[in-house]
């Protein structure tokens, strides 16, 4: 179950940026592309005015080609003022892949929401919603 407070703190942080990053783990599978187009997605319907990108370090495997969207998966992006970042299905920074090349995702001056249901998940955003209870993801 996810705490009412840490919806409305990701809901206003969303509101608020200039742009929205969303990004999944590396090597990614079925619940990663799929919560990265479907959050993609719902945040482009929910802030037209806004950009939002696609991220993953890996490029979606050819079994998900079907997916609207997933030809919109960038492997790298620039961090401007004014940006979000929302993490989906990365129990920790290093997951995604861009620790190392990109370390300023992660900083704690960028504003982010981590989306996740492992146990394992290290809290790394600026707001944390994490259901151990979600099979998955996209059910968060």
Excluded: W
């Excluded at 407070?5 to 990004?23: E, F, P, Q, W, Y």
Aim: glycine share 6%.
């Amino acid at each position: 179950m996810l705490k009412r407070d840490a919806v409305r703190g990701a809901i206003d942080m969303l509101s608020k940026a200039s742009r929205i990053l969303v990004m999944c783990h590396a090597n990614p599978d079925g619940d990663a592309i799929g919560a990265l187009l479907g959050i993609g997605h719902m945040l482009e319907d929910a802030y037209p005015e806004k950009s939002v990108a696609f991220l993953c370090k890996d490029p979606s495997p050819e079994t998900f080609f079907f997916l609207q969207g997933t030809q919109r998966v960038q492997h790298s992006c620039v961090i401007q003022e004014g940006d979000v970042v929302v993490f989906v299905d990365s129990a920790e920074p290093r997951l995604t892949g861009f620790t190392e090349s990109q370390p300023e995702l992660f900083f704690d001056s960028t504003q982010s929401i981590n989306i996740d249901h492992h146990p394992t998940n290290t809290n790394f955003g600026t707001v944390n919603l994490i259901d151990l209870f979600a099979a998955s993801a996209c059910e968060i």
